[in-house]
């Protein structure tokens, strides 16, 4: 049974309705024209569990422009590790909290494999890749979760969840 918490996002091409699970269910993601994935519901464990890409990264864009936070994990406000642990968790996806270990959950890919929704990471530091080279990020104080050049995010690894 899903909470009554829903997201929803729109882009010219897809909607995306997402309901938030509750501990006992699964997620049920539905895009339009598509068939429905369902993701089990957190256990309290990281494990690796495919994800529709794309509806992560429309999830993730409803929270550009939140402010950084340190050690921020909700719509409040969001550090780096935060913001990727919260959007997967709205997926059905228990990540653990800090960016290595969040690598460290995943596999890491060859970067002409990266698909939006995989994780781009380098020591210290974690966003979402977003496709055509973008990377959804909480950069640091005093700045906002942004959408940046994947060239401006430094050497990077790529991480698939």
């Known amino acids: 049974m899903a909470s009554s918490a829903d997201l929803s996002a729109e882009t010219p091409k897809t909607r995306v309705q997402l309901t938030v699970p509750d501990t006992s269910a ?5 895009t339009a ?3 429905t994935a369902a993701a089990p519901a957190p256990s309290g464990t990281a494990r690796a569990q495919v994800v529709v890409g794309s509806n992560v990264v429309e999830t ?19 550090d780096c590790s935060g913001l990727v642990q919260y959007v997967y968790g709205l ?3 228990s990540l653990p909290r800090t ?6 959950a995943g596999t890491v890919i060859d970067p002409d494999q990266a698909q ?4 781009v990471w380098h020591p210290g530091h974690i966003g979402i890749y977003a496709g055509n ?5 909480a950069p640091r104080p005093g700045k906002s979760v942004e959408i940046i050049p994947l060239q401006y995010f430094g050497a990077v690894t790529f991480v698939r969840i």
């Not at 993730?60 to 969001?78: D, H, I, M, N, S």
């Not at 939006?116 to 994780?119: E, R, T």
């Open 116 to 119: 939006p929704g995989d994780l």
């Open 33 to 35: 024209g598509s068939a």
């Open 99 to 104: 960016d290595a270990a969040q690598k460290a």
């Open 91 to 93: 997926h059905g996806v």
């Open 26 to 30: 699964p997620t049920t993601v539905r």
């Open 60 to 78: 993730a864009r409803q929270f550009l422009g939140v402010p950084y936070v340190w050690g921020g994990t909700t719509p409040a406000g969001f």
């Open 133 to 137: 080279g973008m990377v959804i990020h």
